[in-house]
């Protein structure tokens, strides 16, 4: 039986499929992978990619970049922004303290993040862009309209009238009953789509929790140092509780700031102060852990950055962001999604990583 199909038709569905099948040959696998696996964040309405981008380097010149910040090192790191989005990456994660110390030279890294996203935007109008940024609780921040003052500080840097999603830095000594009431007014005043808490222990997790739920605000996430030889997490109870809550694991420094990229060994240290935590030492207790890592890796034809960034997607409800100083770095990260590790191999790692002692965290994690 045939069937007999308009001009029109064939033409409108001929038009379709043509540019279908441009488009689908214009991206690689690996990007449109990403851009299928967006993911709601906790249990706000906000969706992000799996794999985000930290811009703690930008235009930092005291922790990253060699204490030095210049013109060369920031056309790399619009690079790694342009090509992140190219490869389907879109969250990516600032801070108003990032960039911003007292030397001279250094950049905000929400200046530099809202310059590269008014450039692109200019070339590419329908881009989408998830903006996560922070607010500092520094000591003589109190209550909650200080919140409010650094999120329109910060909305000024990136050039922005609202953000993604607004975290607290870190717990205060004092004033965080005061911060999480400022975080839902954000909310509220339609500042921000989701609010987060960063470096939380369990206990003051649940309570930033209860305190925005009676006030029908959901608590996204909590951004915590983690990763394959960084598993405090899981062990002092801050992952569980956030899987208990819905409350969406972000974790920051998840190749531990390179240690685990294969990049440094016993011989070849990272500079500045990466150096004083990844010792010669440590990085030869490592070595087993890097070799089978680069092992399960060429079974998949990735490398081990992209290894031990599927590590942590497949904990689920995790989404870790790598900082991208250049293009390279960001279209590696971007291989970590679109394939999986076994549950064996995933396991396996875990294990592997346990008999070496952990590097020291973040203090604040066990206010």
């Known amino acids: 039986m045939s069937m007999h199909v308009s001009g029109a038709c064939s033409s409108v569905f001929g038009y379709r499929r043509v540019n279908t099948i441009r488009a689908v040959a214009s991206e690689d696998f690996a990007t449109v992978k990403a851009r299928e696996e967006k993911v709601k964040l906790g249990a706000s309405d906000l969706k992000v990619t799996r794999v985000g981008i930290g811009a703690w380097s930008w235009g930092d ?84 309209q200080s919140v409010l003052t650094a999120l329109k500080d910060s909305l000024s840097r990136l050039g922005l009238s609202s953000v993604d999603l607004y975290q607290l830095h870190w717990p205060g000594v004092w004033g965080n009953e005061g911060y999480i009431d400022g975080l839902g007014d954000a909310v509220e005043q339609g500042l921000v789509k989701a609010v987060g808490v960063s470096n939380y222990s369990e206990k003051r997790l649940r309570d930033a929790y209860e305190k925005l739920k009676k006030r029908g605000i959901p608590l996204a996430s909590n951004q915590v140092n983690y990763s394959l030889i960084y598993r405090a997490p899981e062990e002092n109870g801050v992952k569980a509780t956030c899987d208990e809550l819905g409350i969406t694991l972000i974790a920051y420094s998840p190749i531990a700031q390179g240690a685990l990229t294969g990049k440094y060994t016993s011989e070849n240290t990272p500079t500045g102060p990466r150096g004083r935590i990844y010792t010669p030492e440590f990085l030869r207790k490592l070595q087993p852990l890097l070799n089978r890592i680069k092992e399960i890796g060429e079974g998949y034809n990735k490398t081990p950055t992209q290894v031990v960034l599927n590590w942590l997607i497949a904990q689920e409800n995790v989404v870790p962001i790598p900082g991208a100083k250049n293009a390279e770095q960001a279209a590696e990260f971007a291989g970590a999604l679109g394939w999986r590790l076994t549950d064996e191999q995933v396991n396996e790692l875990r294990s592997l990583a346990s008999e070496i002692k952990p590097v020291i965290g973040f203090p604040v994690e066990k206010l």
């Open 61 to 144: 010149n005291t922790y990253w970049n060699n204490f030095e910040w210049d013109d060369r090192k920031m056309k790399a790191a619009k690079s790694a922004f342009d090509t992140s989005i190219d490869n389907g990456i879109t969250l990516f994660d600032t801070a108003e303290v990032y960039g911003s110390s007292f030397s001279l030279g250094a950049v905000n890294s929400e200046t530099l993040l809202g310059r590269f996203i008014k450039e692109r935007k200019e070339k590419d109008p329908e881009v989408e862009v998830a903006v996560a940024t922070k607010f500092a609780a520094l000591p003589w921040r109190l209550g909650r």
